[in-house]
């Protein structure tokens, strides 16, 4: 009897030591079991409806350039694919109700001089694409409502700032007009495309720039690099608000704006796992969440859905494509299915929320680009439910083409969210064709601003000959070039001449223009703007001012090896 008292205790003593329920005592756990049930979304059954082939794309000439980007771009109207070409760069252009099998003599978009790396349809019209090349230039494009009839060989803007080729293109999410570059030259440059000048130069990246996104509302922007560097920028000032090392792999990272204030970033890790992190912008030194997804070796390419907060990854080579739910509370990330297919993809676009079929529970539509096939696929994420009813749940306001503010008031520091419209009602989209930049008299201003940023851009080589020993002409050309300092000048010898005291006021009233104070910093983003650009000037001066010493230390040197050839000859004598 003891030994079997012995026995029980021992026995009951271990179930409470593992967290196990005795059945015979009926006793609590002492512990927390592994186990918490499933976790409650009304998106974890959403599944891809791959499109039947008459309702595909085929024999579509995909590019084979290895550049890590999606080379397709989808809006309600027309699908955008980078083709194949034996020279230049081309892209052609499908109404997206056209589907089945494209002609081979299909008119293309072809002005690049080289392969053409991205374009991006304008959220604001469906008319207007934008693309960047090889040839270091971004145009844009005007699509007729009809499609192409011929090939398109006349761009609406031609802008040209990068010194070598331009990877990556974003529109901004709601003002009118402003694009941002990205190029191979660590610059990101954002355009006012309406007035086709550089509002901004962002010049804080020392390696080669992965991928670029902005916030909600176009105040932050996002980038990653080769330097494995996440940064949080202000993208009218180019500010670096954060910065830190996302991922440790080599291979190429991309980020994406969650809701939040938060980033996530999809990369490698040391030992070339791929990987998701979510961070807060304001301090990227330390992630909220980073979790491991596999271990292949194609680049992962986030999308977000701001409606649903349901977050697709996918990879290039990979054949399927995974879905997850971002929360607010710990762990932030929720898998909750993926679509699989045996068919690789070299490439993905997706359409805009107010081009999903609501009356089919549809919440994402991507246009897969098969590697192995000349196939651009449609896949639609859906909710399965019976109803054939609107689904509020489902679809709540989403972004509106209609831009909250225009380029001047954003770059002047106004921020406004984006405009919403109800997918149940709609609202009208403008598809007008924008008349091309062309400067006059009345842009003397912007000639102005353009060529101070192409003087800014050339190194100044000084000049240390003596006065004495330039030609009449060449003193004529340097003295008569700056009529503004000899008019100072000479008001400075008037001063000099009537020794008046209160001609300080009249030479002050004088030089001040009516446009040196149009030009004055009104608020606090032009005061840093002004601030960065006498910085670079600074930098500039510097760069000349050492240049001269060096110059000067090389004279000195010439002057001694002269002397000292000189005394030579004259010991040999």
Not at 1 to 13: C, D, G, Q, R
Not at 14 to 35: H, Q, T, Y
Not at 345 to 357: E, M, W
Not at 516 to 534: D, F, G, T
Request: aromatic content about 8%; hydrophobic content about 35%.
């Amino acid at each position: 009897m003891e030994v079997e008292n012995i026995a029980t205790i021992t026995f009951n003593e271990k179930e409470k030591v593992n967290g196990m329920i005795d059945v015979r005592a009926c006793n609590k756990p002492s512990g927390k079991l592994w186990f918490r049930g499933v976790r409650s979304s009304k998106y974890r059954h959403v599944y891809g409806n791959p499109a039947k082939r008459e309702n595909s794309y085929h024999n579509v000439p995909i590019t084979r350039n290895a550049h890590d980007s999606n080379f397709c771009a989808v809006n309600p109207k027309f699908v955008a694919i980078v083709t194949e070409v034996a020279g230049g760069g081309a892209f052609i252009v499908l109404p997206i109700n056209k589907t089945g099998k494209v002609d081979i003599n299909v008119s293309r978009v072809t002005g690049h001089r080289g392969p053409v790396l991205d374009v991006k349809w304008n959220p604001f019209n469906d008319n207007i694409i934008a693309s960047c090349s090889d040839d270091c230039t971004v145009k844009l494009w005007y699509i007729p409502d009809v499609g192409l009839s011929c090939n398109l060989t006349d761009w609406l803007m031609d802008l040209h700032g990068h010194k070598r080729r331009v990877g990556y293109i974003e529109w901004h999410p709601t003002a009118e007009n402003v694009l941002a570059s990205a190029g191979f030259d660590y610059l990101i440059i954002l355009w006012d495309v309406g007035a086709g000048e550089a509002l901004t130069v962002i010049d804080c990246h020392v390696d080669i720039i992965y991928s670029l996104s902005f916030n909600r509302d176009g105040s932050r922007l996002a980038t990653t690099s080769k330097d494995k560097k996440l940064r949080v920028i202000d993208p009218r000032t180019g500010l670096v608000i954060s910065e830190g090392v996302c991922h440790e792999g080599s291979r190429s990272s991309k980020v994406v704006y969650l809701s939040e204030g938060r980033v996530l970033t999809t990369g490698f890790s040391q030992h070339s796992d791929r990987q998701i992190a979510v961070w807060r912008e304001n301090d990227v030194t330390k992630p909220i969440r980073r979790e491991m997804v596999d271990s292949s070796s194609g680049i992962l390419f986030p999308f977000f859905d701001y409606d649903t907060h349901v977050l697709f990854l996918a990879g290039k080579g990979d054949g399927n494509i995974r879905y997850y739910e971002i929360v607010d509370a710990e762990p932030c990330i929720h898998f909750l299915n993926q679509y699989l297919s045996d068919s690789p993809q070299r490439g993905l676009g997706f359409v805009p929320k107010r081009g999903c079929n609501a009356s089919q529970c549809e919440i994402f539509r991507f246009y897969k680009l098969h590697t192995t096939r000349n196939i651009c696929e449609p896949i639609s994420m859906v909710v399965p439910r019976k109803s054939d009813q609107f689904q509020d749940d489902l679809y709540p306001d989403t972004v509106a083409p209609v831009p909250a503010l225009s380029a001047t008031d954003w770059f002047n520091g106004i921020n406004k969210p984006p405009v919403l419209m109800s997918m149940k009602t709609g609202v009208p989209i403008r598809t007008h064709k924008p008349k091309a930049f062309k400067p006059n008299e009345a842009s003397k201003g912007n000639i102005n601003y353009r060529m101070k940023f192409a003087f800014l851009s050339q190194e100044t080589i000084p000049d240390y000959r003596p006065l004495n020993t330039l030609q009449d002409n060449e003193k004529s050309q340097k003295t008569s070039c700056n009529t503004k300092f000899q008019q100072i000048q000479q008001l400075f010898g008037n001063i000099t001449q009537n020794n008046d005291m209160n001609g300080e006021d009249a030479l002050i009233s004088k030089i001040t223009t009516k446009d040196e104070m149009e030009e004055s910093p009104k608020n606090e983003y032009q005061l840093r703007k002004a601030y960065n650009r006498q910085c670079e000037e600074l930098k500039l001066l510097r760069k000349q001012l050492a240049n001269r010493d060096r110059r000067i230390q090389d004279l000195e040197k010439l002057v001694a090896s002269l002397q000292s050839q000189v005394s030579t000859l004259r010991v040999r004598k």
